[in-house]
């Protein structure tokens, strides 16, 4: 993997990172030594390489196990993808391929299970209806692993759960940025 180091005059202490294709990009500050430029080098390398234990091998196995542990269609492919940051994962129904987020890596096994057995679903039921949550209501940790996901910032999708009326779809309505308290979300 390139490393690309960016010395800024304005940041002072923090340094930040981030995978830009295949590029990890660090932004450290300009005053910052090349000692510590090459600790911090070394530390979000390490951090930010992709934490997938697993090879598209290994996530297809899965979920042909969990297809016919639940009853569902085994797919054409399976594989990790890492442009996806606020999808759990995606699923083509027409070529049954599906594409798992690679931040769910470092998850649970039963949080991936979960996203597996989701993407699975949508290989016979396309949208998020009635039929759909049966299907995957059949994983007994659906609704855990849900709330792990959300709790990790990880939003199901607006189908699942649709913000509708200024509502966040449970009925609360959703806070202006101007009425809400300092440290709080509207969840």
């Not at 911090?40 to 934490?51: A, D, G, Q, V």
């Not at 798992?100 to 209806?129: N, Q």
């Not at 995957?136 to 849900?146: D, H, K, L, T």
Request: proline share 7%; with cysteine.
């Amino acid at each position: 993997m390139d490393v690309e180091v960016i010395r800024s005059p304005r940041r002072r202490r923090t340094v930040q990172a981030q995978l830009v294709g295949d590029v990890l990009r660090i932004s450290i500050p300009a005053t910052m030594t090349r000692a510590e430029e090459q600790h911090w080098i070394e530390e979000m390398s390490r951090r930010l390489t992709p934490r997938w234990t697993t090879d598209d091998r290994e996530l297809a196995r899965r979920a042909a196990v969990l297809a016919a542990r639940y009853g569902l269609p085994e797919p054409t492919s399976v594989r990790w993808v890492r442009n996806q940051h606020r999808r759990w994962g995606s699923c083509t129904p027409a070529d049954g391929a599906i594409r798992i987020s690679s931040h769910l890596a470092a998850y649970p096994k039963w949080v991936l299970d979960y996203v597996l057995v989701h993407e699975l679903a949508h290989l016979l039921e396309p949208g998020h209806g009635p039929r759909f949550k049966r299907l995957v209501g059949r994983y007994p940790r659906s609704e855990r692993a849900i709330g792990f996901l959300m709790a990790k910032g990880m939003e199901p999708d607006d189908e699942l759960h649709p913000r509708v009326n200024g509502t966040n779809g449970n009925g609360h309505r959703r806070l202006r940025q101007a009425e809400r308290l300092p440290g709080f979300s509207d969840y």
